[in-house]
Every structure is written in C-alpha cells, then in structure tokens.
C-alpha cells in the first residue's frame, strides 16, 4: 500500500485550477494584446491584463474545482443538489461583485467559464480518485472477510460476522 500525505496531496490537487486560472489570464491577456492595442507598451499592457484576470480568476477555480472533486469522490449522487447551488452561486456572486455595471462584463464571462471548466474538471478527477483503487478496496475488504471467518471458525464462534465489520463497503447479504 503507497504512503499519502494528506498535505502534499490537496498541495497538489489544488495546482491544477491556479494552473487553469493562469493559463486563462496569459490567453486574455493575449487576446487583448491583439485586439485592444493601446499607447502602453506590450509588457506593461500584458501584466495589467494577466494580474487583473488572474487574480479574480484563482479563487473562482479553487471553488470550483474543490466543489467538483468533492462531488466527484463522493459516492452519493449530489448533482441534483450541486447544480442549482452552482448556478445561484454564479448568480449571486456577480450581482454582488460586480453589480449592474457593465463595466465588468468580460471579467463576469471569464469568470463564470473559468467556475465551470473547473467543475468538470475536478468533478472528473474526483469521480477517477474514486474508482481507480476501487478493486484494491475489494480485495481487502474480501480478505478481511476471510481471515475473519478463518479466525471465528477457530474460535468455534457463529459464522457470520457482525455488519459493522465492514466499515461501509457494500457486501452482498
């Protein structure tokens, strides 16, 4: 069985959406290099830009990606609730940042896009974190099962063992 540690873990799993909000700053700010030239110079022009969009879009795709891994490494089916809290987070979020003016829109669009491509993306990797050990699990929990029944068989104890003794998993009765 490998070694986890739970800190270099979550280090790592919460480097993917800064990942995902950098590399959406660098295309902004890119894309308004190109279509909005202004009297700056390039480097000046392109920092602006990526700090603005970075900066606001980090903490968008921490949420995002956290509510996604979460909803994707449980085992309960939590899409009929993530969905709407999703959407009324959106919701209230940019009527609350960035109220009516429409000074913001793009950062609104970035920001929403960035929120759902992070979802997806930490709802998949949650959902394969869940699975990919899934048949290691299995196998333990079978042959605990069987060292168990060995040991109560010794003991002269009743075959079957308490339902308590399989710490959540499913066995079929």
């Known amino acids: 069985m490998e070694d986890f540690n739970p800190a270099s873990f979550t280090i790592s799993e919460l480097l993917y959406p800064v990942g995902m909000a950098f590399a959406g700053a660098i295309g902004m700010a890119l894309l308004a290099f190109i279509f909005f030239r202004g009297d700056r110079s390039f480097f000046a022009e392109f920092r602006r830009v990526f700090a603005y969009y970075f900066f606001s879009g980090v903490?968008?795709?921490?949420?995002?990606?956290?509510?996604?891994?979460?909803?994707?490494?449980?085992?309960?089916?939590?899409?009929?609730?993530l969905l709407p809290a999703v959407l009324a987070l959106i919701g209230g979020l940019?009527?609350?940042?960035?109220?009516?003016?429409?000074?913001?829109?793009s950062l609104v669009g970035y920001c929403v896009s960035l929120l759902v491509v992070s979802l997806f993306y930490g709802t998949e990797?949650?959902?394969?974190?869940?699975?990919?050990?899934?048949?290691?699990?299995?196998?333990?929990?079978?042959?605990?099962?069987?060292?168990?029944?060995?040991?109560?068989a010794h003991r002269d104890l009743?075959?079957?063992?308490?339902?308590w003794l399989y710490l959540g998993e499913s066995v079929s009765k």
């Open 125 to 152: 990797t949650g959902s394969f974190q869940r699975e990919v050990h899934r048949e290691d699990r299995l196998m333990a929990v079978f042959e605990l099962e069987r060292r168990l029944k060995l040991y109560r």
């Open 158 to 163: 009743p075959e079957k063992a308490s339902d």
């Open 94 to 105: 940019s009527v609350y940042v960035f109220g009516t003016d429409t000074t913001y829109k």
């Open 59 to 81: 903490p968008i795709a921490l949420v995002g990606y956290s509510v996604g891994f979460l909803t994707g490494i449980s085992r309960s089916p939590a899409i009929g609730n």
